[in-house]
């Protein structure tokens, strides 16, 4: 049944996010980059900001996972490709999009959404890059990586 709702989240939010970003179709990324997003209601969030410090001196970890993130403050959001040499873009989100895409009251929110589109990991506190890559290494997808590489 958790898979079922899993599933299902992961297939709203990405619904959600192809049609009320700018420019953003999250499909795009499906079997090829898993998707990290992190969300704040506030520009200058210090959680925020703390959560984006544990990615620095991270990127080399972060392309091995084929990881890309989209970091949502407010109505806005920056986007990096850690697979494409820290491609970059940023852009405003259409008005109402994060409250229908998150539906929560928390300031701050974490999602991992695999190669398959589904949502590994939500959380409200800060993710660390070890149990990022811990969570990611574990799944059935990236240790095959592992193995073939």
């Known amino acids: 049944m958790g898979n079922r709702i899993a ?9 959600m996010l ?7 179709d999250l499909s795009v990324h499906k079997w090829k980059e898993r998707i990290l997003v992190v969300k704040s209601n506030e520009a200058d969030n210090e959680v925020l ?19 890309v993130l989209y970091v949502i403050r407010d109505s806005e959001y920056d986007f990096v ?21 998150f539906k929560s009251s928390k300031d701050f929110e974490v999602l991992l959404i695999g190669l398959d589109g589904g949502v590994k990991l939500r959380q409200t506190e800060i993710l660390t ?7 990611i290494d574990a799944m059935p997808m990236r240790r095959s990586e592992r193995k073939n590489n």
Do not use: C, M
């Open 81 to 101: 490709d850690y697979t494409a040499d820290l491609n970059r873009e940023d852009g405003q989100l259409k008005e109402g999009a994060i409250q229908r895409l």
């Open 129 to 135: 890059r070890e149990e990022l890559f811990r969570t």
């Open 18 to 24: 192809t049609q009320n970003t700018s420019g953003q």
């Open 7 to 15: 599933l299902l989240l992961a297939i709203v939010l990405t619904i």
């Open 49 to 67: 900001q703390k959560q984006l410090e544990q990615f620095k001196g991270a990127e080399a970890g972060l392309k091995e996972r084929k990881l």
